[in-house]
Nanobody
Framework: QVQLVESGGGSVQPGGSLRLSCAAS??????????MGWFRQAPGKEREGVAG?????????TYADSVKGRFTVSKDNAKNILYLQMNSLKPEDTAMYYC?????????????????WGQGTQVTVSS
């Protein structure tokens, strides 16, 4: 059972930056075999995909339109850590952020395709 632990959330003013981390452990195969993604859920809203990244050396990334040009997803395969660098944050980015992983994902931004989830880290953007 893959375990994922997010960290790095907090409160920031509009225009600020945060970097989220997701540490992975207890994976059944190599960490590099897993597709991984970042998702967020605001109160009263459905969970939505933010960014996804492919496996191993195929590190193709995909982003939701709402975060393109502001957020960057990356993996450190040596440390088994997934990152989400968030710049130019807006109040509408306020949400609980989750990382997710699975061995095969067709749509990297579809939460229904992931079986392994972290507990989430809160991001609040407010002046």
């Amino acid at each position: 059972q893959v375990q994922l632990v997010e960290s790095g959330g907090g409160s920031v003013q509009p225009g600020g930056s945060l970097r989220l981390s997701c540490a992975a452990s207890k994976y059944t195969t190599s960490y590099t075999d897993y597709y991984m993604g970042w998702f967020r859920q605001a109160p009263g809203k459905e969970r939505e995909g933010v960014a996804g990244i492919g496996v191993s050396s195929y590190t193709a990334t995909t982003y939701a339109d709402s975060v393109k040009g502001r957020f960057t997803v990356s993996k450190d395969n040596a440390k088994n850590i997934l990152y989400l660098q968030m710049n130019s944050l807006k109040p509408e980015d306020t949400a609980m952020y989750y990382c997710a992983a699975d061995l095969w994902v067709g749509d990297a931004l579809d939460p229904q395709q992931y079986n392994y989830w972290g507990q989430g880290t809160q991001v609040t953007v407010s002046s």
